[in-house]
C-alpha cells in the first residue's frame, strides 16, 4: 500500500508540473494564471506528502546491505506487482527462457514465496530486492545463496533488473557488495556464477565482480533460446582469492 501510495502521488505530481507548463505558455491569461496557481499549490503539498511516503517507505525497509546506489532488502509480500513487471518485459527474459514472461499466478504462488521462505531456511541468504536510492524505486533483485545440491559454503551469485537499470554499473556494484558480505560475514568459501556463452553482458558483469573463468558446460534448458547451442560458462572466486585481492601485498 505505501508503495502504491507513493506512485500515485508522483502521478499526481507530474500532472501538477504538467498543468503549470501549459500555463506559463498563457501568461496573459487570468483563467491560465489562476490554474497555474491552484497546481502550484497543489504540488507544494504533494510533494510534501511525497517526502514523508518516501521516508516512511525508507523506515520500513528490511535493509540487508546499502552501497552507494542501491539498497538491498527483503521482498515481502506487497511485491508481486514489482516482480510481475519485472519479468514481463522480454528483454529482461531473454536469456533466461527465451523472452516469455512470468504469469502473475506463478509469482504469487510459487516465485515470491520461495524468494520469502529463503530468510528463514537459509539466515544470511536469500533473494534481495533491489531498491535505487536516488529514486526509491524498485529495480530488480539479487540473490546469493547456496543452491541445491551444493557444500553450504559455496554460494551461488545472480541477478536480474529492470532493462531502465542496465548500464548504470548496478549490477557490478550489487556483486561486489553480496561477494564481500559472502566472505567477510558468512563464512563463504566459494561464491560462483554461471550464464550463457552468448550473454557477453553478465559474463562482463561476473569479471568486473572479480569472478574467474571457470569452465564451461551444456545443460538442458526447458525453453528454447537462442544462441543455447553454445552452452553456458561458470565464473567463481575462492576465499583466499579474495583475500589477496582485498589486502593485496606491500610494495617491497
Aim: hydrophobic share 40%; charged share 30%; proline share 5%.
Amino acid at each position: 500500500m505505501r508503495e502504491e501510495r507513493r506512485r500515485w502521488l508522483e502521478g499526481l505530481a507530474r500532472a501538477c508540473e504538467h498543468l503549470i507548463a501549459e500555463a506559463s505558455n498563457h501568461p496573459d491569461d487570468p483563467s491560465f494564471a489562476s490554474m497555474r496557481a491552484d497546481a502550484s499549490a497543489l504540488l507544494g503539498r504533494v510533494r510534501s506528502e511525497l517526502a514523508e511516503a518516501v521516508a516512511s517507505e525508507g523506515r520500513s525497509m528490511q535493509v540487508f546491505l546499502e552501497t552507494e546506489l542501491l539498497l538491498l532488502r527483503r521482498f515481502t509480500a506487497a511485491d508481486v506487482d514489482n516482480l510481475v513487471e519485472l519479468d514481463g518485459d522480454p528483454a529482461v527474459m531473454r536469456f533466461i527462457n527465451g523472452g516469455r514472461p512470468t504469469s502473475r499466478e506463478e509469482i504469487e504462488n510459487d516465485v515470491l514465496p520461495t524468494f520469502l521462505e529463503y530468510y528463514e531456511r537459509f539466515p544470511g541468504y536469500g533473494f534481495w530486492a533491489a531498491v535505487e536510492k536516488s529514486t526509491r524505486q524498485f529495480v530488480g533483485w539479487f540473490h546469493l545463496r547456496p543452491p541445491n545440491g551444493t557444500p553450504a559454503d559455496e554460494v551461488e551469485l545472480g541477478y536480474r533488473l529492470r532493462k531502465s537499470a542496465w548500464g548504470k554499473g548496478y549490477a557490478t556494484e550489487g556483486s561486489l557488495a553480496l561477494i564481500e558480505k559472502g566472505f567477510a560475514d558468512l563464512g563463504v568459501r566459494r561464491v560462483f556464477a554461471s550464464t550463457m556463452v552468448v550473454n557477453a553482458a553478465s559474463r562482463r558483469v561476473m569479471e568486473k565482480a572479480g569472478l574467474k573463468f571457470v569452465r564451461a558446460f551444456h545443460k538442458p534448458w526447458p525453453d528454447k533460446i537462442d544462441g543455447d547451442e553454445q552452452g553456458d560458462v561458470e565464473y567463481a572466486l575462492l576465499r583466499s582469492e579474495w583475500e589477496r585481492l582485498s589486502d593485496p601485498a606491500p610494495d617491497a
